[in-house]
């Protein structure tokens, strides 16, 4: 299993990036996407979350508006469009994915995931 996260860079405040994670070893169908991110010497933190057979999101509330999830079915990818960026979203995001077992998305953490892919840094200028 391989999740491989890109789209990472350097923007402005205000601006938008779209970050996209590449799935290869599993069906995403029968899953959970989920997008995490993290600053140095700070815990992971929930960004947001589908489930791929319906498409439902949940997002946490900092980015509730401002970012969306979507995937691409015949791509077996998912992507995390941010706009309206802040310095204060400045991190390593970091994308995962774990079995639909039926949960409320609000239920899923860091902990619930099993498969990571290596993290793209964003940087938000002020």
């Known amino acids: 299993v391989q999740l491989q996260a890109s789209g990472g860079g350097l923007v402005q405040a205000g601006g938008s990036l779209r970050l996209s994670c590449a799935a290869s070893?599993?069906?995403?169908?029968?899953?959970?996407m989920g997008w995490f991110r993290q600053n140095p010497g700070k815990e992971r933190e929930f960004v947001g979350a589908?489930?791929?057979?319906?498409?439902?999101?949940y997002y946490y509330d900092s980015v509730k508006g401002r970012f969306t999830i979507s995937r691409d079915d015949a791509e077996n990818t998912a992507y995390l469009q941010m706009n309206s960026l802040k310095p204060e979203d400045t991190a390593v995001y970091f994308c995962a994915a774990t079995v639909d077992v039926g949960l409320h998305l609000i239920r899923y953490s860091a902990r619930t995931f099993d498969y990571w892919g290596r993290g793209t840094l964003v940087t938000v200028s002020s």
């Open positions: 070893g599993l069906t995403l169908g029968r899953h959970i």
């Open positions: 589908m489930r791929w057979s319906t498409g439902n999101t």
